[in-house]
């Protein structure tokens, strides 16, 4: 049973590129979450995705913007990047009538912006 | 408001010993929380969570306590492991409207010294 998958799993970009990060989510699940984590911080939430919608959004401006696809998979894209933008990103997945805060996160798509 | 805290950033342990891990939340209705273990080059996962109704909850070799009057939990390690060196997360679960995020403390890296 394959976990949480996330790809790429580095790459690099310079400022003003756009970036496309995905994730296939655990066997079974439905609902899939992106995190950012900086280096030396806890993750930080910035949007969560079911039935091919965005359901709930942290503090993160436009510039980040994602899609669910029917089979539950899911891309983040952010625009216009920033140097602060470097982070890993962080793809969850849950599913229905699991413990609540038990989320399944992929090893993360580590960015780095120059 | 939203946020959650840790004590420490670092913690040194002799394997066999046990360990204590806190954080503090700053939110009186905060109702549910969850302790999550980061190693190096994963993502986080998931190890016990606890609701506002219960002060202490185990697992296997852990325990983690909520004290609602002064807004602190903390995470219990027992005959600490080699395997139990990472950076440990308290997390707060906010649902609304069904939409589920967690909000993560800055985490503490727990070294277990042979």
């Known amino acids: 049973d394959a976990g949480v998958t996330q790809s790429p799993t580095h790459l690099i970009k310079t400022r003003g590129q756009q970036v496309t990060l995905r994730c296939s989510p655990k066997s079974g699940h439905d609902t899939v979450s992106w995190y950012q984590q900086a280096l030396g911080q806890g993750p930080q939430f910035i949007f969560q995705y079911y039935e091919e919608e965005e359901r709930q959004r942290g503090n993160f401006p436009d510039r980040f913007s994602g899609h669910q696809f029917p089979n539950y998979s899911s891309e983040l894209n952010v625009n216009a990047l920033l140097l602060g933008d470097s982070a890993l990103y962080l793809c969850a997945s849950r599913g229905q009538g699991r413990i609540a805060g038990e989320l399944f996160f992929g090893e993360g798509s580590r960015l780095t912006v120059l | 408001g939203e946020s959650v805290g840790l004590h420490l950033p670092t913690l040194s342990v002799q394997e066999g010993d046990n360990s204590i891990i806190n954080c503090a939340y700053s939110?009186?209705?905060?109702?549910?929380f969850i302790w999550y273990k980061q190693e190096s080059g994963k993502g986080p996962q998931f190890i016990i969570d606890?609701?506002?109704?219960?002060d202490k909850r185990q697992g296997q070799r852990v325990t983690v306590l909520l004290n609602k009057t002064v807004k602190h939990l903390s995470l219990q390690i027992a005959a600490t492991q080699p395997g139990d060196s990472a950076v440990y997360f308290c997390?707060?679960?906010?649902?609304?409207?069904?939409?589920?995020?967690?909000?993560f403390g800055q985490g503490t890296r727990l070294t277990i010294n042979p």
């Open positions: 997390a707060e679960n906010i649902e609304i409207q069904g939409a589920q995020k967690l909000v």
């Open positions: 606890i609701r506002s109704n219960m």
């Open positions: 939110n009186s209705a905060s109702d549910y």
